[in-house]
């Protein structure tokens, strides 16, 4: 091995004295400790994740990511890379991953490695922080590629050997301290140390022939099986490195208990009983307050017996805005590991997930030249903070998620790679899935395809799920799907529907509403956009204060447009005034709710009034849920308005002409309830019209050219970071903060404890990306996140900002 010997000016250096991290600050961590750390943890993630699914194909799949695991920082014992470590040191400039392919061939050659083994190992290696080259697309993305920084340009035996500075040459790494690295490596191997012989390729001469071998090999596209298995072993490399770094452990405690179902406080529902003894994909159609949410954790339960390692269950959700409710149900309702209060349940905002990934990844290689002492000392401790925020993401056995956040791992690479990996073995729940446009519906079908090749299994609840959804789930997996539906007459006739002509925001309409308010009843009335929500508000809130002076919350307003902190707040008002009605229970209870889509989705609520616009079929049904949720009301069916409204938004006009005219179709056949078999009704006359016909193909579209352009990892470590944007812009969706809370925002994303990034998503309000330019949304790249202009309430919630008066 020819290294450079020790020269005069170099301090000797011990293999004990070699530095992983910049932390903690009093004794940085060793890089044999951080080495044997991560190589241990991906012992936690097979027990979690196993061999399922595609997994159990490749059996030296865990045997190669221990060995990446234990070289994948090998490269920081160069000399620069510990000098950089110190606070105000130089900038080094070089990859360490990079180096690190050195040892991966000494220690390739010495154990016997296969080629496609040593090919593989390199590769996790290489590509724990950035991707070999750049997208297919040739769209500049994330971070430069390998590809870019290391080419037919780079002096390698400058980089990697002796290094030419002011002060005089910096040997990179000593003759001597290779030695002991390579001995530490071979033991912990358990084979004989490769000894140097004359004339033998220098460290550099490793690097570069291995990483030009690795750029040949990854250029052109591979067998999609192939990728996949690939973007999954750097995912378990990647997510192994978070959890070491971190110091943490992955949770193996299950907060939904196997008996789950014999824990019942009351005989189970039919439909209940069926989802627990159902092996495999599930779905389940039971009206609102049937206990669908029981169904689909008793059929999870059972699916925890017979599946291989520790599974993780998501339950997703369409709205941002239902998130915290039901996390908040299940950290009640569930069981807490020895020594809790409550269950842990994950819960990570899209935009502060995607800040924690980035930021974690982030290593000391990335400190800029000239760097002083404090933005050096700033930057490891938010690398600290990030990679222990990063552990809310992975932590945790069961988590409550939006379907983008978990498609975000079609993103890959070392980002989002291990979100990918986390979606091995696992059990998801998509609750209330009827609630997408065709184009999200088909996007779900496409990612419950590449669950199943994942080994993992898939439950779809709905209270109205139609026949054209049925059919396309069932197509996009290759197991059976068991269907179950709660026996009719389950949930006892509750409402008398009224349609009406006029809008909800008329004056009549609003003088009904203000009579139900002064006749004692609890009112809830819900608009379809969130201005009108609030002009519907500002309305009635006086009337519903003056029938309930005595009342704090007489009058709540809740819909998307809140920053997360204070729609938490609402919903728990919110489910302590409204909470569903017991037999006791006086027949008005009084109150107002005036709310948007976001009601539709995990809430509780109970309510003695009920009046709606217009909206598809699935949402209007959902709405009556809860008005007389279960029938308790002692007036017996309870009055239920749908107002017609002449604006759509922000539905597609062919679905609300659909819903409309399945309505009134309904009403001239005599119906004036919304039984089980009514909405079945309605849902068969919506979707056989042309619209319905229109939405199937939609949908089916969408499904296969998102799994064509998304779920295929052909080229699994070229840069892909362009797809998140891509992936928002087409689900519409984006999280932003106020301008007014940038700095509190900067100050709990940059300083402080890692839980102050939970704090930080307090702050988040959801919009539409579409909607960025009215609010004069502008990226700022510091944070991360977008910042928006707009009137503000933490009562009525982000208006839109006031347009300028101008002078004519």
């Known amino acids: 091995m020819a290294t450079d010997p020790l020269t005069p000016q170099a301090r000797r250096r011990w293999l004990t004295d070699i530095r992983a991290k910049s932390t903690p600050v009093d004794d940085p961590e060793r890089l044999t400790t951080h080495s044997r750390t991560v190589h241990d943890v991906v012992g936690q993630v097979e027990a979690r994740v196993a061999a399922a699914g595609v997994l159990a194909t490749e059996p030296a799949f865990w045997s190669r990511v221990r060995k990446a695991a234990l070289l994948h920082d090998t490269g920081k014992i160069a000399e620069g890379f510990q000098q950089q470590l110190q606070p105000g040191g130089d900038f080094w400039g070089q990859r360490h991953e990079v180096l690190s392919l050195a040892y991966v061939d000494l220690l390739a050659t010495a154990a ?297 791992g079609a993103i890959a690479g070392p980002a989002y790679s291990s979100v990918l990996l986390e979606q091995t073995n696992s059990l998801f729940v998509l609750d209330e899935l009827h609630a997408y446009e065709p184009e999200t519906f088909g996007r779900l079908c496409a990612a419950m395809g590449l669950w199943e090749r994942l080994g993992s299994r898939i439950a779809v609840l709905s209270a109205t799920l139609a026949p054209p959804m049925i059919t396309l789930i069932d197509e996009s997996v290759t197991q059976r799907v068991a269907c179950h539906r709660a026996p009719q007459g389950t949930s006892p006739v509750r409402h008398r529907l009224v349609v009406d002509d006029t809008p909800l925001t008329d004056p009549e309409s609003v003088d009904r509403l203000r009579s139900w308010l002064r006749d004692g009843h609890s009112v809830l009335a819900v608009a379809n956009t969130v201005a009108r929500a609030q002009g519907l508000f500002d309305e009635l809130a006086d009337e519903a204060g003056e029938a309930a002076p005595s009342d704090p919350h007489a009058a709540l307003l809740l819909h998307s447009r809140f920053k997360n902190r204070d729609r938490a707040a609402i919903e728990k008002h919110l489910l302590a005034r409204h909470p569903e009605r017991r037999l006791v229970d006086p027949a008005g209870r009084g109150g107002l709710v005036v709310a948007t889509q976001t009601v539709e989705v995990s809430l509780q609520l109970d309510f003695d009034r009920g009046a709606v616009e217009l909206a598809p079929v699935e949402a209007v049904a959902q709405r009556a849920g809860r008005v007389n949720r279960r029938g308790r009301h002692p007036d017996g069916p309870v009055e239920f308005r749908v107002h017609h409204t002449p604006r759509f938004r922000p539905y597609d006009t062919g679905a609300m002409d659909a819903a409309w005219q399945a309505l009134t179709t309904l009403v001239e056949e005599g119906t004036d309830t919304l039984s089980e078999q009514d909405i079945d009704r309605l849902l068969a006359l919506a979707y056989e019209t042309e619209w319905g016909k229109k939405w199937a193909e939609a949908a089916r579209r969408a499904r296969d050219g998102f799994a064509a352009d998304f779920l295929t990892f052909t080229d699994p470590f070229h840069d892909r970071s362009e797809f998140a944007r891509t992936l928002s812009e087409q689900f519409d969706s984006v999280e932003v903060i106020h301008r007014d809370d940038v700095e509190e925002y900067a100050r709990l994303t940059t300083g402080g404890k890692s839980e102050h990034f939970l704090l930080a998503a307090g702050l988040l309000i959801p919009l539409r990306y579409s909607q960025l330019p009215t609010y004069r949304g502008q990226y700022d790249r510091r944070l991360g996140v977008h910042v928006i202009d707009g009137e503000y309430d933490e009562t009525t919630g982000l208006k839109p900002p006031q347009e300028p008066e101008t002078i004519l």
């Open 112 to 408: 016997g490695w296969s080629d496609e083994d040593r090919l593989m190992i390199a590769t996790l290696v290489a590509t724990h922080h950035r991707a070999l080259h750049s997208s297919s697309s040739g769209v500049a993305g994330g971070k430069p590629p390998l590809a870019q920084t290391y080419n037919s340009h780079t002096r390698w035996d400058e980089a990697f050997t002796r290094t030419p500075l002011s002060g005089g040459d910096q040997v990179q790494v000593t003759r001597g301290l290779h030695q002991e690295l390579v001995a530490w490596l071979a033991g912990f191997l358990a084979v004989d140390p490769p000894f140097a012989t004359s004339g033998e390729a220098t460290l550099a001469d490793r690097a570069r022939a291995l990483l030009e071998h690795l750029l040949a090999a990854w250029q052109l596209p591979v067998k999609e099986h192939q990728g996949l298995l690939a973007v999954l072993a750097q995912g378990a490399l990647t997510l192994a490195d978070h959890v070491g770094s971190a110091h943490e452990r992955l949770q193996t405690h299950m907060p939904l208990p196997a008996d789950y179902l014999d824990r019942f406080p009351y005989a189970p529902y039919p439909h209940q009983q069926q989802a627990a003894a159902t092996d495999g994909h599930l779905i389940l159609i039971a009206p609102t307050g049937s206990g669908k949410t029981e169904a689909g954790l008793a059929w999870a339960a059972r699916q925890l017996t017979t599946m291989p390692g520790l599974p993780r269950l998501v339950w997703t959700l369409p709205y941002r805005a239902s998130l915290n409710a039901a996390r908040e149900r299940f950290r009640h309702s569930l069981v807490p590991a020895p020594g809790d209060q409550k269950a842990d349940i994950g819960l990570l905002h899209g935009t502060i997930a995607h800040t924690l990934l980035t930021q974690a990844l982030e290593d000391d290689c990335a400190a800029g030249p000239g760097a002083d002492r404090r933005e050096a000392t700033v930057g490891q401790a938010r690398r600290a903070r990030a990679r222990a925020g990063a552990m809310r993401l992975f932590a945790q056995r069961l988590r409550v998620a939006t379907p983008h956040q978990l498609l975000r």
